[in-house]
Each structure stands twice: as C-alpha cells, then as structure tokens.
C-alpha cells in the first residue's frame, strides 16, 4: 500500500549545489535561503578554497541544512597506487564532512575498464572495509548510490539497486547503506522489491530526484526537471516512503541545457515541478 505524502511546501526539498553549477556555495545558500529550500547537498567542488568548518556555520546561519557531502567513492583500479589513493581521499572526504557538519557521504563507487566489473566490485567492497571503520569514528554515513548500467565502464560498478543491498548487508555496518536516484534506478524490473528489501534494513539514507528525458542529448548532462521525462518519480517515491525513508527530497541535475540558463529561473522551475510531479 502505498501512501503518498502530499508535497505542499520546501520544507522537505533538498538541492545539490552541483545542480545551480554556475552558483558558488554563498550564492546557493543565499538564493536556497530566499526562496525557502531549507536542504543542501554540497559537492566538494564547492568547497576548494573555503574554510570548511566556517562555510557550515555559514549555510546553517542561512537555516540551511547539510543532507549529505557529495562525493567519496572510486575504489577500483587495476593500478594498486590508484586504489590506496581513492582511500586517501575517502578519509579526507570523512574529515571534510565531519568539519562541514554533513552526517553522509554519497559513495560513487567507481569502475575501471581495464579490468572485470567483478573485479571492479571486489574492490570497491575492499575500499568500504577500509574506511568504514573511520566514517565510524567520525559519526559519518556512507550511502552506496547505484549508476546506471551506461556509467559501469568508469564510474559505477554498481548498477542496481539489489548489488547495492548485497554489498550493504555483506558488510554489515549500520554506517553503511543506500542512496536511491531515480535517474540510474528507475528502469529496473527488481525496483519495488529491492527497496522493500532496503527498508527492512532502515538503509535508505539518501533520495536522489530529476527526469530522463528522450531522446537524451548527453550520456551525463541531459538530466531533466521532474516531469520533463518518463521516469515515474512520484511511484518511487510511494516506494521509498512505504520503506520507511522519511528524509530530504533531493534535486540532482547535470544539465548544460539548465546550466546555460539564469539560475533563479531554474530555480523557480524546480520549484514548480517539484510540487507538481514529485
């Protein structure tokens, strides 16, 4: 049974700072201030630059809140000096995360295609298991994010939601679960029932929205606006719900189209979509 909470106001709605790519951090936080978006999920490009404690303090004077650090991951390389270096930059991730203020961080696995993707996904397990320990220490949440099977030669060894939850449960951390994005999820037969598995684990720890549009101009900057496409959002999100996940509602859109345009606008069209198709 699904039961959809009506989306009448922000106070649930999230926005990737990667989505208002032209914006700096003060620009988001200030235009997501004014326009009552009260969650931000910031991508560490963002922070090059910034004292990192101060600009947490500065998004929560906004009343912003920080939903999550995007992104660690990267584990697998058939190169082992690559591999110890994408752990590297894991606990940097965990450091900048636990200065920011951020409780997650979204894990874009990685891939290499110079070797198998079982390969591929044996390390990034390795890679978990080397920093799970210290996200611990730290009180951070990792949240494994399925890509879309387009993005296994280099970005994700991990494809489906059921590979997300059989790695989840193998390591069994209560630090580690879930990200759902309907973009790279949504054409999965196994979807339903993979996330009925996830909420028997309360592993949902991120929900990621934005459309597949077709035809699709560009493998990874064509996203499109909720109900600009075809992906059924609002039925994932009954989805999600019903699994227990009662957290952000998260805009993510790489878009050159949008990025192109003036961002308030933008804004204000996410805005609008968001309480109508989402």
């Not at 397990?125 to 730290?138: P, T």
């Not at 952000?248 to 050159?256: G, H, R």
């Amino acid at each position: 049974m699904i039961h959809m909470k009506a989306l009448t106001d922000f106070s649930k709605i999230c926005i990737h700072t990667i989505t208002n790519k032209p914006w700096n951090i003060e620009e988001c936080a200030a235009h997501y201030a004014s326009e009552g978006i009260k969650g931000m999920t910031i991508w560490r490009n963002v922070l090059e630059n910034h004292n990192i404690y101060k600009t947490g303090e500065m998004l929560r004077n906004n009343n912003i809140e920080i939903v999550s650090l995007c992104r660690g991951g990267f584990f697998p390389s058939a190169d082992k000096n690559k591999r110890l270096k994408a752990i590297n930059d894991n606990i940097k991730a965990i450091d900048e995360a636990s200065e920011l203020g951020a409780p997650l961080i979204i894990l874009v696995c990685g891939a290499d295609p110079a070797q198998s993707l079982d390969e591929s996904r044996h390390q990034i397990k390795d890679g978990i298991l080397a920093v799970i320990g210290y996200a611990e220490k730290n009180k951070i949440k990792l949240a494994i994010e399925p890509l879309h099977p387009m993005y296994a030669d280099t970005r994700s060894a991990i494809n489906t939601i059921a590979q997300a939850n059989d790695l989840a449960e193998e390591i069994d951390s209560p630090w580690l679960g879930v990200a759902v994005d309907v973009y790279h999820v949504w054409w999965d037969p196994s979807l339903e029932k993979e996330i009925h598995r996830c909420g028997k684990h309360r592993s949902i720890f991120a929900f990621h929205m934005s459309d597949w549009k077709s035809p699709s101009a560009d493998m990874l900057n064509d996203r499109g606006i909720m109900g600009e496409g075809c992906i059924p959002v609002r039925k994932i999100r009954g989805w999600v719900e019903d699994a227990g996940f009662d957290g952000f509602n998260e805009v993510e859109i790489f878009s050159d189209k949008y990025w192109a345009e003036d961002q308030l606008e933008f804004l204000h069209k996410i805005k609008k979509a968001y309480l109508e198709h989402s």
